[in-house]
């Protein structure tokens, strides 16, 4: 589950001192429909990864609780994304848990996941395949050097 900061930009373009802290399995699809239901164009400026859906909603909470004084209406503060940004990492500091992904970058390992991606694992065992073929072909020049040489 996510909890994403979505950041309004302006007619113009220019982002606003506008954000919204909301909770969705999947992003892409919330700003889509935020998208419609406002005249400004809107993007996820950030996104955070927990391991369960009451995980990311109790740092929703919290992340209100902490833009409380911020707000404008329901998920809506006057604040900049990176102001949002720092009001979630309290609330994850605060209830002592774990960002399990932010922005797309894998940050911890998530439970029962694996410790690579599938595609890591192969460029992982690739390397060390090479690395041992290279080594194996060192050795094998080392034992057939001739002692006169």
Same mark, same amino acid.
């Given at each position: 589950?996510?909890?994403?900061?979505?950041?309004?930009?302006?007619?113009?373009?220019?982002?606003?001192?506008?954000?919204?802290?909301? /909770?969705?399995?999947?992003?892409?699809? =919330?700003?889509?429909?935020?998208?419609?239901?406002?005249?400004?164009?809107?993007?996820?400026?950030?996104?955070?990864?927990?391991?369960?859906?009451? /995980?990311?909603? *109790?740092?929703?909470?919290?992340?209100?609780?902490?833009?409380?004084?911020?707000?404008?209406?329901?998920?809506?503060? =006057?604040?900049?994304?990176?102001?949002?940004? *720092?009001?979630?990492?309290?609330?994850?500091?605060?209830?002592?848990?774990?960002?399990?992904?932010?922005?797309?970058?894998?940050?911890?390992?998530?439970?029962?996941?694996?410790?690579?991606?599938?595609?890591?694992?192969?460029?992982?065992?690739? =390397?060390?395949?090479?690395?041992?073929? *290279?080594?194996?072909?060192? $050795?094998?020049?080392? $034992?057939?050097?001739?002692?006169?040489?």
């Amino acid at each position: 589950m996510n909890v994403y900061i979505i950041r309004l930009r302006g007619i113009t373009g220019r982002p606003l001192k506008l954000v919204k802290v909301g /909770l969705a399995n999947d992003v892409a699809h =919330r700003l889509a429909q935020i998208c419609t239901a406002t005249p400004f164009s809107a993007d996820a400026a950030h996104t955070f990864r927990f391991a369960s859906r009451t /995980l990311a909603q *109790r740092v929703e909470r919290e992340t209100h609780a902490i833009l409380a004084d911020h707000r404008l209406n329901g998920e809506w503060f =006057r604040v900049t994304p990176a102001e949002a940004v *720092r009001a979630v990492e309290r609330a994850v500091t605060s209830l002592d848990c774990t960002i399990h992904v932010r922005d797309g970058v894998r940050l911890t390992r998530a439970p029962n996941a694996p410790l690579l991606s599938p595609a890591e694992r192969d460029a992982f065992l690739s =390397r060390m395949r090479d690395q041992n073929e *290279r080594e194996s072909e060192t $050795q094998h020049k080392a $034992q057939h050097i001739p002692a006169n040489a």
